[in-house]
């Protein structure tokens, strides 16, 4: 290490000319570089330090160069944490960071993704981790940076989404520059999100950053799964390191993920044995592949029907024994019911009517209920994301994938060749079941299938004709229901579920955070994109077109907030009063908004608007075309409501 290092300067006119560099490449054509940051010398342009050939130049007093700043090492730490990507609108209270990350650690791992808005970025961060199974990294700026963010961060947590989020703030009062950064400083930032984010901290030194960093991680990323959140004090990553030779790294190591305690598992097991009716019940149950096809396993050994309810790709829709559609009639026949990661148990066995909030039980009273969550090992009590209370016969704490294959296997050996004929003879009669609900679904379909606008129905069945053949994922899977109940799925990236808060703005940043990881792995990404949750972040598609980041946004433009309206004309209906007022307030038109325009001008193919259903196909296949070219491609098709 040098001396000038070691004392956290470095040549003033170095620097300069660094800063010549990069203002000249910013903006070329606009003006030239100022004078003091330009250097005529080949020798200096080519990085010859000699003092022979170094040019005088007066020190500006005051002054100084920080060559080793804190935030270098905090990229140091970030760089052991697996990050392949932050997402960030820029802000000045982590600006220091921000400046290590690109030029101190290469922009690469993790590479900046520039937001233009902090939701987004949160948002574009939910996606990422449920397609890529890992976390992203997120910086927000003080007090305003983490207000936008915080909705998003709800919506993560609701999903129970690992996202690791750093945030500048400037603790000491006597260090904050006058105005901004007094108003975007704050004592206790972390208060403004803690009720939604699983663990927090302020570190007071590097090395405090260090451990909290490598602590961070491993809690987002044991279940249940979370937001972390850790505050950069500006001077810690601004001034210099003082103590370099005393910072260490501290190991990542992954955690064993936590399993269902054995005897209660084997309990589980004698009761679906024993079970006439059983009904295997899935929300965030899985998150990868292998953990479908430990679900295969399981309702393949009972002959058990399986309700997939769609906050993630749990079971294939096509298997014999996927009958999400009749999950009512299911449950109210069940005499056994498991649970796996339901986020509302309660909202599977009773009914709440709307408007006059009537009590209506759904299953018989004598139903046995097992689950298998981590919801009861860490709940919070402001937010009210857990639902209204179920008793449950047979609560089993651990996550539900990393325990399947213990219960699977308590199955297997209790299983005599007797029962396995009456799960098969089981299993036979559910298929039966099961091709009358497809064949529901598919009449269902066809009705208005040359209506214009288009039909729901006809825009996902189009949207599949394009990408059926290709290794599609649907980004955000739970807009269009027709998808749901007519796309083919066997794989787990091939459905990734919707916001887990049901905030609007998650959509379309969501969609490209899950098209950022199917980048890497060759996926064609596909989204049906709402309207009025475009309207929240349009700037997102600025970002899917400056990164280049591949993905087919299927606009159902039904030019409304419809379930709002739907509201109103609920209140109109018992209040005696007008329903056709109900549009007021909630619609989107007059005038209407052209989607397609608002793409181009964010610099993303677009095509559309489209209300005539025999545009709809060939329009698709162009904007295919435009995705698997690598680019970001919107067709905006103008929709029924529903």
Partial sequence: MSDETKSGSIDRRAFLKTAAAAGAGLAATAMAA???????????????????????????????????????????????????????????????????????????????ITCLHEESSVSIAHGYAKAAGKPMMVMAHGTVGLQHAAMGLYNAWCDRVPIFVVAGNGVDATKRRAGTEWYHSVQDAAAIVRDFVKWDDQPG??????????????????????????????????????????????????????????????????????????????????????????????????????????????????????????????????????????????????????????????????????????????????????????????????????????????????????????????????????????QQAKSGAAVGWDATPVSTARLAMETWNVIKDEPWSLAVSDRITWARRLWPTTRYHQMLGGAGGQGVGYGVGGALGVALANREKGLFTVTFQPDGDLLYAPGVLWTAAHHRIPILYVMHNNRAYHQELMHLQRMAALHDRRPDQAWIGNAISNPDIDFAMLAKAHGVWAEGPISDPAALGPALKRAAAVVKSGAPALVDVVCQPR
């Fill in 34 to 112: 100022p004078a003091i940051a330009t250097d005529d010398d080949p020798a200096a342009r080519s990085g010859d330090k000699s003092p022979a050939k170094e040019k005088k130049s007066k020190p500006i007093p005051g002054d100084i160069v920080i060559g080793r700043p804190g935030s270098d090492f905090m990229v140091d730490v970030i760089k052991t944490l697996n990050l392949d990507y932050v997402t960030a609108n820029p802000g000045s209270s982590f600006r220091s960071l921000h400046e290590s990350i690109v030029n101190y650690g290469g922009n690469r791992k993790p590479e900046l």
């Fill in 205 to 438: 030194s590097l090395q405090h950053f260090a451990e909290s960093a490598v602590r961070a991680y491993r809690v987002a990323t044991t279940p249940p799964m979370e937001p972390v959140l850790l505050m950069a004090d500006i001077e810690l990553q601004e001034g210099p390191i003082e103590n370099p030779g005393e910072l260490a790294i501290p190991k990542l190591t992954a955690p064993r993920l936590p399993q269902g305690d054995a005897g209660a598992l084997a309990e589980a097991a004698q009761w679906l044995l024993a079970a006439k009716a059983p009904v295997i019940i899935a929300d965030r149950a899985v998150r990868s592949q292998e953990g479908v096809e430990r679900m295969v396993e399981l309702a393949e050994l009972l002959g058990a029907p399986v309700i997939d309810l769609g906050s993630r790709m749990n079971f294939p829709s096509r298997h014999p024994l996927c009958l999400s559609d009749a999950r009512r009639g299911l449950v109210r026949e069940a005499d056994v019911v498991l649970l796996l990661e339901v986020a509302d148990p309660f909202g599977q066995f009773n009914s709440i009517s709307d408007p006059h909030k009537e009590h209506r039980s759904l299953a018989k009273k004598d139903v046995r209920t097992i689950s298998i969550s981590m919801a009861d090992a860490y709940i919070r009590s402001n937010y009210q994301d857990f639902q209204r209370f179920q008793a449950i016969d047979l609560p089993i704490i651990g996550d539900a994938e990393a325990t399947l294959p213990s219960l699977i296997e308590h199955i297997r050996r209790a299983t005599t060749a007797d029962r396995r004929n009456a799960f098969a003879a089981r299993a036979g009669k559910l298929r039966e079941d099961q091709l009358k609900l497809i």
